[in-house]
């Protein structure tokens, strides 16, 4: 048993990298099951999504707004920046606790496209072609809601998310949509994939459908 254990150890470090390579490569989700780095796991609901690179990405502002843009990479990351260091939970019971986002605050994208005074919501659609989120326009417009571009002071990887996500602190992290693609100002809040399938639609930490395995900050 001894011998057992101590090899299970000494192959930690091993099995760690297989399974985050394994993450990056296989976005079919089913890789969502193992424990990832720094206690993430990863959840994918399309059975491939693209890779965006600074050339390549873009992410588009429309709907119910009087000034309809496109922002680069290079152009998200030369607005003001916020950096927030939040416990991220997961409506599922896991928890990595004081994790740093950086990005740029969904409002002064919003504020820059003129939003109109019939608007009531935002919808955030995802270059993976399937997954889709939905935040009322006062939920959205909160100081601790991002355009992420950098987690744990690094870059976004693919595998979470990048080159950009929504990172919305307050909620549980299915509303904090990876692979952000498009953002459109709504007349009012339309479901999105898991709220589709029976997920709460005002998903506060600690007050919706989570299992907490612990209070978060």
Not at 75 to 91: G, I, K
Not at 100 to 112: H, K, Q, W
Not at 128 to 136: Q, R, V
Request: glycine share 8%.
């Amino acid at each position: 048993m001894l011998g057992a254990g101590a090899l299970t150890v000494a192959a930690a470090p091993t099995l760690q990298h297989a399974f985050e390579s394994l993450a990056q490569k296989d976005p079919t989700g089913l890789t969502g099951v193992l424990p990832n780095g720094g206690g993430f796991r990863y959840y994918s609901v399309a059975a491939s999504v693209p890779h965006k690179s600074a050339e390549t990405y873009r992410l588009t502002v429309n709907g119910l707004v009087e000034h309809p843009s496109t922002y680069t990479l290079p152009e998200l990351r030369a607005l003001p920046q916020t950096r927030l260091v939040r416990d991220v939970q997961c409506v599922t019971g896991w928890r990595v606790p004081h994790t740093p986002f950086e990005g740029v605050r969904l409002s002064r994208i919003l504020d820059a496209a003129g939003v109109r005074p019939t608007a009531r919501a935002v919808r955030l659609t995802c270059f993976d072609g399937t997954y889709s989120e939905s935040l009322t326009l006062q939920q959205a417009r909160r100081a601790d809601v991002l355009v992420a571009l950098r987690m744990r002071d690094k870059d976004l990887t693919h595998a979470h998310g990048g080159p950009v996500r929504l990172y919305a602190a307050p909620m549980y992290f299915y509303k904090s949509a990876k692979w952000l693609s498009g953002i459109t100002v709504t007349d009012d809040v339309q479901p999105g994939y898991w709220e589709e399938r029976g997920y709460d639609i005002d998903a506060w930490v600690g007050r919706s459908n989570g299992r907490d395995d612990e209070p978060t900050n």
